[in-house]
C-alpha cells in the first residue's frame, strides 16, 4: 500500500508468532526510498495491528511534532494577544458611547 509520502509492507497471521528477517525489511525500505517515500511494515496479529519504522524515521516524527507543537503555542499566544486587544477596543467603544 502507497500513500503520498509512504510505502507500507501489510502482512497478516492469526499466528502466535512471525518470523521478520532483516532483509525483508531491507527489500521493503529500498523500494520505498526508490519511489521517495518512508519505508513501514505493517503487521496484523492474532486481531491486533502493530507498525515498525526506522529508529531515524521515528525522530524525525518526534521532531515534526515537537516542532508543530510548538508553533501551536505561538500560535494560541498570539491569539491570546488579539482577544485582549479587541476586548480593549470594545472597552473604549463602550466607554465613548456612554
Known sequence: MRTATESW?????????????????????????????????????????????SKEDHDVREARIAELEERISDLEDELDLVKAEVNDLLEDQNRKDA
Do not use: N, P
Not at 18 to 24: E, Q, R, V, W
Open 9 to 53: 509492507e501489510l502482512k497478516t497471521t492469526s499466528k502466535s508468532q512471525y518470523t521478520l528477517k532483516h532483509d525483508d525489511l531491507v527489500k521493503a525500505e529500498k523500494h520505498a526510498l526508490i519511489d521517495g517515500r518512508d519505508m513501514r511494515f505493517g503487521l496484523e496479529m492474532c486481531g491486533r495491528d502493530w507498525v515498525l519504522m
